[in-house]
């Protein structure tokens, strides 16, 4: 079974403030994919990124990075210098290689960039 | 760029009452998925559609049923509406084969459906 632990319910920091959200999964899959994805609060998901298990080097974009440690089971998102448009809730997700997606979701950390 | 076109926006039903969402994927995906995101709470997935066909269940109570159509746009359809039905509910297409290197899935703004 699948399974996606976000340990931090509720961040806060202050704005310019880096903060880094964590993700932990579980699969018995050797291929799988992992993605983040923003939630503001008008609701709406936005992806973000997508990673796949045979990749292993981390990301950068912008403000944002990705990295991807297998050995742990981590796929941690980092925000360099916060802006207040950075608050949502931001979901890590894992997917597995069986060709029809059925992505599971972790919990969501709730990030609130304070001006 | 289109994108993922959910409708209604709200939708506000009583107790017992039927609903129906719809989902309008994005040209040319021919994958549709289906999630319930209760307050507080991360999407859960409840069912999927390839090619007109289901290719995956989730949580989906026996009360809501969906398709997809030959456009491949999808709709979802809540019967018996129970208050813990309250929810966003979100539609993702992809571009998707079977078997073959998943894609990332784009979300449609997602439904809300108030229960009374």
């Known amino acids: 079974a699948q399974k996606v632990t976000q340990a931090q319910t509720e961040i806060s920091v202050v704005e310019k403030e880096d903060v880094t959200l964590d993700c932990v999964y579980e699969?018995?899959?050797?291929?799988?994919?992992l993605f983040w994805y923003k939630q503001p609060p008008s609701g709406e998901l936005v992806f973000l990124i997508r990673?796949?298990?045979?990749?292993?080097q981390n990301e950068i974009s912008g403000r944002y990075s990705w990295n991807f440690q297998k050995s742990t089971s981590s796929f941690n998102f980092t925000i360099t210098a916060s802006q207040v448009v950075d608050s949502a809730v931001y979901f890590c997700?894992?997917?597995?290689?069986?060709?029809?997606?059925?992505?599971?979701f972790g919990i969501g950390t709730k990030l609130q960039v304070i001006p | 760029a289109a994108g993922v076109i959910q409708s209604p926006r709200h939708l506000i039903k009583e107790k017992r009452e039927t609903a129906t969402l719809k989902c309008y994927p994005i040209?040319?995906?021919?994958?549709v998925y289906w999630y319930q995101q209760g307050p507080g709470q991360d999407p859960q997935f409840l069912i999927s559609?390839?090619?007109?066909?289901?290719?995956d269940k989730g949580s989906i109570p026996d009360r809501f049923s969906a398709q997809q159509f030959s456009d491949y746009h999808s709709e979802l359809n809540m019967s018996s509406l129970e208050l813990g039905d309250s929810a966003l509910y979100f539609c993702?297409?992809?571009?998707?084969?079977?078997?073959?290197?998943?894609?990332?899935?784009?979300f449609g703004s997602g439904t809300q459906l108030s229960v009374l």
């Open positions: 990673r796949n298990s045979f990749d292993e």
């Open positions: 040209p040319r995906h021919d994958t």
């Open positions: 997700a894992l997917a597995d290689s069986g060709g029809y997606q059925k992505v599971t």
């Open positions: 993702a297409s992809s571009l998707a084969i079977p078997g073959a290197t998943n894609e990332k899935l784009f």
């Open positions: 699969t018995r899959d050797t291929t799988y994919y």
């Open positions: 559609f390839y090619e007109k066909m289901q290719s």
